[in-house]
């Protein structure tokens, strides 16, 4: 697993973070991926998943899913499953939204936001998948932080984590 640590010092600048990342993923249509979240309540995951969706061309504002667990949006050439689990009290939970069902779809990034909230409960194998840590480090004013964000790469090829790096 290869990681990387970027630090951000505002909601732009986390967004724009994610849209590049989606922009990167993009080039590479017909994969599935999994975007695995986590960080305390504000930290800024749903900003990030707001980026991820600019940046793979939807249209649409992405909205935190923390009451609805799951939104879906559909993209010319990726769907996106938002998901949260911040709502949910146990890992049975996951059966009541098949949740098992949307990682690994054909064209489709799935992203969870508070993906350790029940351990490793994640056996995607072979999915691509990228855990997403954030850290509040200082308030910089009354509206921005500074944030650290920690990428770790799962079942990516050297290469391929290369190149998203550059892109970052
Ligand atoms: N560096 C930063 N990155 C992301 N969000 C930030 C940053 N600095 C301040 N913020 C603010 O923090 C909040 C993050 O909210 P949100 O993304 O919904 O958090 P989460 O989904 O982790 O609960 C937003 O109100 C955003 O404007
Ligand atoms: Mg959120």
């Given at each position: 697993?290869k ?5 951000t010092?505002?909601?732009?600048d986390?967004f ?15 994969d ?19 980026g991820?969706a ?33 709502r ?24 969870i936001?508070?993906?350790?909230k029940?351990?490793?409960t ?5 999915v ?6 954030f ?17 770790k ?8 984590i290369?190149?998203?790096?550059e892109?970052?």
């Amino acid at each position: 697993m290869k990681n990387t640590h970027i630090k951000t010092s505002s909601s732009a600048d986390t967004f724009k973070i994610g849209r590049k990342l989606g922009e990167s993923l993009f080039s590479k249509s017909g994969d599935s991926y999994i975007i695995a979240l986590d960080g305390e309540l504000g930290s800024g995951k749903t900003v990030f998943v707001s980026g991820l969706a600019a940046g793979i061309g939807i249209k649409e504002p992405v909205l935190s899913p923390s009451f609805t667990i799951v939104k879906e949006y559909g993209g010319s050439r990726y769907n996106l499953y938002h998901i949260d689990l911040y709502r949910l009290s146990s890992p049975s939970d996951l059966m009541s939204f098949d949740f098992y069902e949307y990682a690994g779809r054909e064209a489709s990034i799935t992203a969870i936001e508070w993906a350790n909230k029940f351990g490793e409960t994640f056996f995607f194998p072979k999915v691509p998948t990228i855990f997403v840590n954030f850290k509040n480090i200082e308030e910089l004013s009354e509206t921005d932080y500074l944030r650290s964000i920690d990428l770790k790469f799962e079942n990516f090829s050297d290469a391929r984590i290369e190149k998203l790096l550059e892109e970052l």
